[in-house]
């Protein structure tokens, strides 16, 4: 779809900040292993958390507005491995509320600390928990039993109910609701109104505290269901590697219903553009690191970024309030490269509120 806007319409972006944000995964440091993770988490080794804090300082240090806590772990096992364990559950698939913890929200305490003394106004944050529909397919497949579903539903709320109540030195102020099987898999039993009524209840202790609540989709292509849904607020929609992705959205449906959207303005497919780049060289770009940074100062530069989220707003305007990667880094090479498109993320989008 071919789209113009002008500089007056533009200008109006600095009157409606679009945030820039994160979706929460991220390289973990060149000397640890992933398959170290679980266990560094069963002992809440000291290590691995400066490892969490470490990162959630460069996300902030690459400038994103509101940061999600870094996530290492699977993003199905951290939440199943409570739910599933019968000494945290208040019943089969409902975990008890005071058992319903994110650690990594207690490790990233002090960096809110830090960033309060230094800026004298709280961190903002973006909490992210695995949705009930994504942990539903994860552990039981293509069956359909909507009182489970509904169990892993109210489970998630306590999840982000228990991180807002116990939350000091930074303020949540996103909470995204991670559900990459709406609109892809085609295992999924349920009738609309069972997903509907599910992400309800997982939004609800958000909503209640007027929290942006955000549905993160792999695909659009059942948004109007989310438009269905009172406690969600925000669509996100990874369309850096999938422009057409925005296509298949109608702001009037937007408008109507109220809701907003999360638009990803920078690759996160690191594959698929090494992959090009191995076209390009005829050689793996993996075992030449020179190569590969062409990701970062060629593929993936703020101008590019900024080209995007231009065009996005041009089809959006006002309905966007955040901007940022597609999906998750932890899949890149490095830190460094992780930050270093961060950094081009946040100049992008700044540059465009400049003109």
Not at 15 to 27: A, E, Q, V
Not at 56 to 80: C, H, S, W
Not at 122 to 141: A, D
Not at 258 to 268: E, N, S
């Amino acid at each position: 779809m071919k789209v113009s806007i002008s500089i007056k319409l533009l200008k109006t972006i600095v009157n409606n900040m679009i945030l820039f944000d994160d979706i929460g995964s991220y390289p973990l440091p060149k000397d640890v292993k992933k398959d170290r993770v679980p266990e560094a988490v069963m002992k809440k080794d000291p290590k691995f958390l400066t490892i969490i804090k470490d990162a959630m300082r460069q996300k902030i240090e690459a400038g994103v507005d509101v940061p999600t806590y870094p996530q290492f772990q699977d993003m199905n096992q951290q939440f199943l491995g409570i739910i599933n364990d019968e000494s945290m559950a208040e019943e089969p698939l409902l975990v008890r509320k005071d058992r319903a913890r994110i650690m990594e929200l207690e490790a990233i305490e002090e960096v809110g600390a830090e960033y309060y003394k230094k800026n004298e106004k709280k961190l903002n944050i973006r909490v992210c928990v695995t949705g009930p529909v994504e942990l539903y397919q994860k552990q039981f497949g293509g069956t359909a039993y909507t009182d489970v579903l509904n169990n892993f539903a109210a489970s998630i709320d306590r999840f982000i109910s228990n991180s807002i109540d116990n939350a000091k030195s930074f303020r949540i102020s996103t909470i995204s609701i991670d559900e990459p099987s709406i609109g892809i898999n085609p295992q999924i039993m349920f009738n609309d109104s069972d997903l509907e009524g599910a992400l309800e209840k997982a939004a609800k202790t958000a909503s209640s505290h007027k929290i942006d609540t955000e549905i993160h989709l792999h695909s659009p292509l059942h948004y109007k269901l989310v438009c269905n849904v009172p406690s969600i607020s925000v669509i996100g929609v990874e369309s850096a590697a999938s422009p057409s992705y925005l296509d298949l959205i109608d702001k009037k449906d937007l408008e109507k219903s109220d809701k907003f959207l999360r638009v990803g303005v920078a690759r996160t497919d690191i594959f698929n553009m090494s992959s090009i780049l191995n076209e390009k060289y005829g050689i793996n770009v993996w075992k030449d690191p020179a190569k590969l940074e062409e990701i970062i100062t060629v593929m993936e530069t703020p101008q590019i970024i900024e080209k995007r989220l231009k065009k996005a707003y041009a089809l959006f305007g006002d309905r966007i309030k955040y901007a940022g990667p597609d999906c998750g880094l932890g899949s890149w090479p490095t830190q460094e490269m992780a930050f270093r498109l961060l950094k081009n993320t946040g100049i992008g989008i700044k540059d465009l509120k400049k003109l």
